[in-house]
DNA sequence: TTGACACATGTAACCGGTTTCATCAACTTA
DNA sequence: TAAGTTGATGAAACCGGTTACATGTGTCAA
């Protein structure tokens, strides 16, 4: 229990645990204690810490070396319970080990951070019950909003937010007319741009391998996003993963006819075809186009370039931020947000032979 | 403001944001509040919430219907500042774009909340002086504790560890002798089970390619383990990324002589390797063979098949969890615990040509 | 000299819970 | 029936800060 940091980064040996002898275990300073110290009042502290300049120059230099030397360290909850704020905010998602949300909360994060707060994680597997639990127990720490992934919900989640009226904007998805304020993207129109970039390339075969559908409002709008075409769509439903990818791209060689195209409804779903295609001996473009959705940071870099339609994660997590933060603080609710999916053109697709 | 969830998830005509007339501005119940209503003392009500079971049957019924109707929301620094606990802790990691680390902030996550705490997580981008500003930050609102990666730390860090005396372990990193308590796996081991493998198969000439070294003691301790063997190693650093691996793959191979093996100190630095080797229309491992070190779930499904050193990450995250949780509850120091690494046999090293 | 005013500081209420201890009724038990 | 328990509840102190308001001092213009 009792660390000494002197001489960092080695620990002279290991020290007994219950020693301290000479400072009696003395319980950890407090307000009224530095106050006591420095000869002023509490108010006076808390002076020091919330607007220094209106304490006299030198006042402030005594409270400050009582709290030194009491070593004193302020409680957040007491703070907390006067101002009425915690300083953080919840985000739930599905999973980290999916890229894409990596890198959402990545820069989610960093973002908060300009507004003076912190981000609580917490995954959710996909499953809204877990994600009601989850948010239960933000709003029980103390999260000033809430930050979820996409407009499916359990109601148990919808219940939450009405009665703890906390701030809560849903994201990777656009959808003016929800309840919650979107920030996200047309995941339809994402798919859309897919898939029109191959049938203009003249693919009229296209194997759609996407991820589970189970509330998944994601892969559900992406899915949707690809009526109205002429050409043959085959689905698979697989797990989105590179093993996922694997299984699918097996699959899909299985079939009786071949199809000149597959459209992955994610880049990683898209690497892992890819490298079962290449295991086949099969080469991309020339045997078959894949194109992936999401464009991660990796994509441009596997062999082939993945052609895919960029999801503007990042500023996604840059707006995400900017409306929770304002909303916390201002009580004002955030418009919903499009930001526009683009194709990005590498090397995967061709024309079909 | 208002917002009102019946009827989800389909919002019935954005409201305007000032209404709210029939019930006053009314703010947010407190317990006196249900207490009165329910005709009980607050302490009554506070049992209802920690000791149900000591509350007459009636009783409770009776103030949870206040609760309900009041739609009560308990403060949780109000509870806080009375148990001394904020139920959650914090966590420091360089980036959650690699893979590595997503993936244990996930099992983290998981395994803390059996302990019923949350998580807070900050990225520091490698750098010490972000690392202890955040950490800073994290303590500020209320963390119990903190989860650092590896052992090389600002004293800023240290300084604040020792003032605010909360429980702190290091990860990814295995050193009994460091002032913190490390849970993690021997970095030099891993690096030199890898290279072992790969001389064991007869290689002579090994490029390495690893990660930053300022400050990133993960690998620099890969870096020290590969000492004392007498295979000619050559050094290339790049950026831990995809790209990053493409680069140095690049860079191997405009060397004059090329080596027969490729030792990446990270997974996506080999899968940047390989698909550069792809790209270059060198086969692997017949032209060249490529190691990684980590284990990443893909790395097992790209083409081919990764062989490297497994770290326990998933078991760290555990771990980690478990430590802290005990430290943070019952004041016990846990131990430091290590992880072994294993070989992982796959399909992209071979004998040299 | 005096009254107005800015500035520095202190007093005490307050935030919204938890918890100790006292109280009192009902139930045993002899 | 008296004494001892047990169980349910309430009164009030307490946690550690913030802040409205009061107070006191020194400066400056009239």
Redesign the interface.
């Known amino acids: 229990?009792c660390?000494?940091?002197t001489g960092?980064?080695?620990?002279d040996g290991k020290k007994g645990?219950e020693e301290m002898s000479k400072t009696p275990p003395q319980k950890?300073a407090n307000l009224r204690d530095v106050a006591t110290a420095a000869g002023v009042s509490v108010a006076t502290v808390s002076r020091v810490m919330n607007a220094p300049d209106t304490v006299a120059k030198k006042t402030r230099k005594r409270v400050e070396e009582a709290m030194n030397s009491l070593?004193w360290?302020?409680?957040?909850?007491?703070r907390?319970?006067n101002t009425g704020r915690?300083?953080?905010v919840?985000a739930l998602v599905p999973?980290?080990?999916n890229?894409i949300f990596?890198?959402f909360?990545?820069k989610l994060?960093?973002q908060l951070?300009t507004h003076?707060l912190?981000?609580?994680?917490?995954?959710t597997g996909g499953d809204p019950q877990v994600e009601a639990e989850?948010a239960k127990?933000?709003?029980?720490?103390?999260a000033e909003g809430l930050v979820v992934s996409g407009?499916?919900?359990g109601?148990a989640l919808?219940?939450l937010?009405?009665?703890?009226?906390r701030p809560a904007i849903a994201t990777s998805y656009y959808d003016p007319?929800?309840?919650l304020p979107t920030i996200g993207y047309d995941n339809a129109a994402a798919a859309k741009l897919a898939q029109e970039h191959l049938t203009g390339l003249g693919h009229q075969h296209i194997a759609v391998v996407h991820g589970p559908r189970l509330n998944n409002d994601r892969t559900e709008a992406r899915l949707s996003g690809l009526t109205g075409s002429n050409a043959a769509l085959e689905l698979f439903e697989t797990e989105i993963?590179?093993?996922g990818?694997?299984n699918a791209a097996r699959a899909i060689l299985q079939g009786t006819q071949r199809p000149t195209a597959i459209l992955c409804l994610s880049d990683?779903l898209a690497?892992?075809v890819?490298?079962?295609l290449?295991?086949r001996d099969l080469a991309v473009p020339r045997d078959v186009s894949v194109m992936g959705i999401d464009d991660l940071?990796?994509s441009?870099?596997?062999?082939?370039e993945l052609t895919t339609v960029h999801l503007p994660v990042a500023r996604m997590g840059l707006a995400a931020a900017d409306a929770i933060a304002e909303w916390v603080e201002t009580?004002t609710?955030p418009e919903p947000t499009l930001l526009e999916p683009s194709l990005v053109l590498r090397k995967s697709t061709a024309r079909p032979r």
Chains 1, 2 share one sequence.
Do not use: W
Not at 118 to 123: D, E, G, I, Q, R
Not at 137 to 142: A, S, V
Not at 161 to 165: K, Y
């Open positions: 229990m660390q000494d940091f960092c980064p080695d620990r645990k950890r070593r360290v302020p409680s957040a909850a007491a907390a319970i915690t300083r953080f919840g999973t980290l080990d890229a990596a890198r909360l990545s994060e960093n951070n003076r912190s981000l609580v994680v917490a995954t989850k127990t933000l709003i029980d720490i103390g407009i499916t919900h109601q919808y219940d937010l009405d009665r703890s009226q007319g929800y309840v993963s590179l093993a990818g694997c990683v690497s892992g890819l490298a079962e290449h295991r940071p990796g441009a870099h596997i062999y082939p009580q609710v």
